[in-house]
C-alpha cells in the first residue's frame, strides 16, 4: 500500500512561483509513475504533469514550458516547480502514483491560489 503527502501549496501573485512536494511512504518499490493533477471549482481533475519510473515525462499543454515535474534522489519525491503562474492556475492539485499492479492512490490536496 502507497500513502501520499503533498505540501507547498500557497497564495501567490500572478508571475509568480510555487514548488509542490509529494512525499511517498509504504510500497514505493512498487511504484512505476507519479504525477500531479488539479481541480478547480466546478470542473473535472485534469492532469498536469507525469513522470515514469525511468525518468520520462508529460505535460498538459496548459503548463508546457512553466511547469516542471522531477523526482527525488530517493525516488520516492516528486515534486511540481510552477513558474509564471496565472490565476486559471488556481485549483486544488493532487499528487497520484500508480503501482506494477496498476493500484492508484492519490493525496488529499493542496490548494494553489493564483491572484490577478
Known amino acids: 500500500q502507497v500513502h501520499l503527502v503533498e505540501s507547498g501549496g500557497g497564495l501567490v501573485q500572478t508571475g509568480g512561483s510555487l514548488r509542490l512536494s509529494c512525499a511517498a511512504s509504504?510500497?514505493?518499490?512498487?511504484?512505476?509513475?507519479m504525477g500531479w493533477y488539479r481541480q478547480a471549482p466546478g470542473k473535472q481533475r485534469e492532469l498536469v504533469a507525469v513522470?515514469?519510473?525511468?525518468?520520462?515525462?508529460n505535460y498538459a499543454d496548459s503548463v508546457k514550458g512553466r511547469f516542471t515535474i522531477s523526482r527525488g534522489n530517493a525516488k520516492n519525491t516528486v515534486y511540481l516547480q510552477m513558474n509564471s503562474l496565472k490565476p486559471e492556475d488556481t485549483a486544488v492539485y493532487y499528487c497520484?502514483?500508480?503501482?506494477?499492479?496498476?493500484?492508484?492512490?492519490w493525496g488529499q490536496g493542496t490548494q494553489v491560489t493564483v491572484s490577478s
Open positions: 513522470i515514469s519510473s525511468n525518468g520520462s515525462t
Open positions: 509504504g510500497s514505493i518499490s512498487l511504484i512505476n509513475v
Open positions: 497520484k502514483s500508480r503501482t506494477d499492479f496498476a493500484t492508484v492512490t
